[in-house]
């Protein structure tokens, strides 16, 4: 089966978070037609496979993520989505191909592997948590590094995206309520309108950014969901807001997050109301070794290809929680110019697969080879 095959099976079938079997025995099924071992862990859907190398050596992993999103799609791919409301829109599927096409590779050059690599299709990653499912088993346990990619629309297929430090952000969901007392919208000074003090909380945090960050740090703050009131002459007694946080470095994501907790309770405060102020803090800022950001580099450019340094993008990232107990780095691969991700109408040219399993395996080798 060719990794074209693959890929265009897997975007026909995409499955949402933690549905992923029929995407798991799938790949089950092709790495074990391949001799591949699959590790017997508790998992529900995702999996561990291993190849073992001939020579002795170091223990490396790769993680490609596996689930999907809730979007209907909208591209004229002759292999376009059967599941209506389900795509792969965030490059899974080229993230899972990849995968398996460099385990494929790397289980036919098993004479010049050194060690042994773990290849990790992890469930879930669009829920923010699935990294425990796969860290929770213990398979990775005395590993050395770990590899990762992901698919960039903005990079064309041969180019490799390659950067020290974080490349995603660290991912913070905000939910904010409001309450004051409720009364009849002509008479205002009965009551306490959260409507009104809200508008002043917005308005307040955006001055985190401009008036607490320093310019050379990078934070997000967005106010994404407003909720209240029923009915149009009525002031309500609550107001519920939510949103997101991204930071780059833990400093400026407890600072942004003090801030906001401080200025939430202090304009409600005076306008005479209370407020409940939720946050519940998702993957941290990916934070890519140095040493491997420059091993990565300069295995793209024996590869010839062209390895780039993207900038930081506040999109969230578990692939960060690998990075939190292994040195680790994720690349940006070039999928060819197209629509953003979790866009509907995102596409990817299958062309990039062959040019990341190559890549990878060579990483892979080349790495395993090194003292």
Not at 2 to 8: A, D, G, Q
Not at 12 to 27: D, G, V
Not at 109 to 138: C, H, M, S, Y
Not at 228 to 239: A, K, M, R
Request: hydrophobic share 40%; aromatic share 6%; glycine share 8%.
């Amino acid at each position: 089966m060719t990794y074209t095959e693959i890929f265009e099976h897997l975007h026909e079938n995409p499955e949402l978070s933690f549905e992923e079997f029929e995407t798991t025995a799938y790949i089950t099924a092709i790495l074990q037609s391949e001799g591949i071992e699959i590790l017997p862990l508790p998992l529900k859907t995702g999996l561990v496979a291993r190849v073992k190398g001939a020579l002795p050596g170091k223990k490396i992993a790769f993680r490609a993520d596996i689930d999907a999103l809730p979007l209907e799609e909208q591209t004229n791919l002759p292999y376009k989505s059967k599941k209506s409301g389900k795509m792969h829109a965030c490059g899974h599927d080229i993230h899972i191909t990849t995968g398996i096409e460099t385990a494929r590779l790397l289980q036919k050059k098993r004479d010049e592997l050194r060690g042994e690599v773990l290849f990790v299709f992890q469930p879930a990653e669009e829920a923010g948590d699935g990294a425990f499912e796969i860290l929770n088993t213990g398979a990775l346990n005395g590993i050395e590094a770990i590899f990762s990619l992901h698919a960039s629309p903005l990079l064309e297929v041969g180019e490799i995206g390659i950067k020290e430090g974080a490349i995603t952000a660290a991912v913070d969901l905000l939910k904010i309520k409001i309450i004051g007392t409720g009364c009849h919208g002509a008479q205002p000074q009965d009551g306490r309108d959260p409507i009104a003090a809200s508008a002043a909380i917005i308005s307040a945090l955006q001055s985190i950014v401009a008036r607490n960050v320093s310019p050379f740090r990078q934070a997000v703050v967005s106010i994404t969901h407003i909720e209240g009131g029923s009915n149009w002459n009525v002031i309500p007694s609550e107001v519920l807001l939510e949103g997101t946080v991204r930071t780059t470095d833990k400093a400026t994501r407890d600072l942004v997050n003090t801030r906001l907790k401080k200025i939430v309770e202090d304009v409600a405060s005076a306008y005479d109301e209370c407020a409940e102020v939720e946050i519940n803090a998702g993957p941290p800022a990916t934070n890519n070794d140095a040493s491997l950001a420059d091993y990565a580099w300069r295995t793209a450019e024996s590869c010839k290809l062209t390895p780039v340094r993207p900038e930081v993008t506040m999109v969230g990232e578990d692939f960060a929680h690998y990075q939190e107990q292994f040195p680790g780095i994720m690349v940006w691969l070039g999928v060819g110019k197209t629509a953003a991700l979790h866009n509907p109408a995102f596409t990817a040219q299958p062309k990039a697969i062959e040019v990341g399993a190559a890549y990878f395996t060579e990483l892979i080798l080349r790495y395993g080879s090194e003292s």
